[in-house]
């Protein structure tokens, strides 16, 4: 994992819900607020309700603060949030990770990231099928969503992940760097990083996008924080679990408002369009389902089995199982069925 990545720090100033949030017809905001270092990797199916929150004053309403930060993948969230310098993260696939290890605890769920992972190959290296891809190079970032769905895509193709592709472990734009340059025949990449690939490399074709894999391999992402942040501040988790049900439910029901709004402040160098085929690459569900999800044991399922993957590659021993590092009671307490 690289150790040098350099975290860019976004100010959620209260003040601009003051200036925009009135012709939103937004809540009043809260005068007391609490302050949470909150860590992203930045891509809309981790950040749609984060920045949702934040330009339509739900986190404001429930007395929340948000100080974000910016990672290039959930593994260094991870260790910022393990190493103290983060109160909880929002992120993919390695929400089944470290809680797994007994290293933070995931409170909530964004959605599952339908097709947000994607295999992309070069044919004028020589790759057009699956039997093409015995022997060669695949780049992407271990323990990532890319990875757990690289995973299941070989097997399902019946290539062995270990034996018949050789996986290049490299933090994902120097992933997309080498497949661009031609360095490597493959990558395996999450969105926007495709918009990369399409505009170097036109010749270059998606093989395949997590979605043939859904709901056997579902990946999801979503929040966690550390363990004795949630034990002693409960009372601020409800207030975020509070405010993301809120903004997961605006987001859905008005993502054609809401997507604007992203796009120019947070997304400005990705088109709207894109950013609108970004959202359409996940699976939403309303505060209310999920809470379904939560209880029927489906969620607890589509964590466990990410957990089994990262229990095989990265050497687990004895993980805590999803029904334990995954907290639900938040939700089922402060959300309607």
């Known amino acids: 994992m690289d150790k040098t990545f350099q975290p860019r720090r976004r100010h959620v100033v209260m003040g601009l819900a003051a200036a925009g949030l009135a012709t939103m017809g937004a809540p009043a905001i809260a005068q007391q607020r609490t302050k949470i270092r909150v860590g992203y990797v930045d891509t809309l199916a981790v950040t749609g309700q984060l920045w949702t929150g ?138 926007p990083f495709n918009m990369q690939v399409k505009a170097r490399v036109p010749a270059a074709k998606m093989l395949v996008d997590a979605s043939a894999y859904f709901p056997k391999s579902a990946i999801v992402g979503g929040w966690a924080t550390r363990t004795d942040y949630f034990e002693k501040n409960r009372a601020v988790v409800a207030q975020v679990v509070k405010g993301w049900a809120a903004a997961n439910d605006d987001l859905i029901k008005n993502s054609a408002a809401i997507l604007p709004i992203i796009q120019s402040k947070n997304y400005e160098q990705v088109p709207l369009a894109e950013l609108q085929e970004q959202f359409k690459a996940s699976k939403y569900h309303t505060a209310a389902e999920w809470r379904k999800l939560y209880q029927d044991g489906t969620a607890h399922g589509w964590l466990q089995q990410v957990t089994d993957f990262y229990a095989r590659f990265g050497g687990i021993q004895n993980p805590v199982p999803a029904k334990t590092y995954f907290e639900t009671g938040l939700l089922l307490d402060n959300v309607k069925g």
Do not use: C, Y
């Open 54 to 191: 934040v330009h339509r004053g739900h986190w404001a309403k429930e007395g929340i603060e948000f100080d974000p930060v910016k990672f290039n993948t959930g593994l260094e969230l991870f260790n910022a949030m393990i190493g103290g310098s983060l109160d909880m993260l929002s992120t993919g696939a390695v929400i089944s990770n470290f809680p797994a290890r007994g290293q933070g605890k995931a409170f909530l769920i964004n959605n599952i990231e339908f097709a947000t992972a994607q295999l992309w190959i070069r044919e004028d290296q020589g790759v057009k099928t699956w039997a093409d891809l015995k022997g060669k190079k695949i780049a992407t970032t271990l323990g990532t969503t890319a990875h757990v769905f690289l995973d299941a895509a070989l097997r399902a193709n019946g290539l062995d992940p270990a034996k018949d592709v050789e996986l290049v472990n490299q933090g994902m734009p120097v992933a997309v760097t080498s497949f661009i340059s031609g360095a490597v025949p493959a990558v395996a990449l999450w969105v």
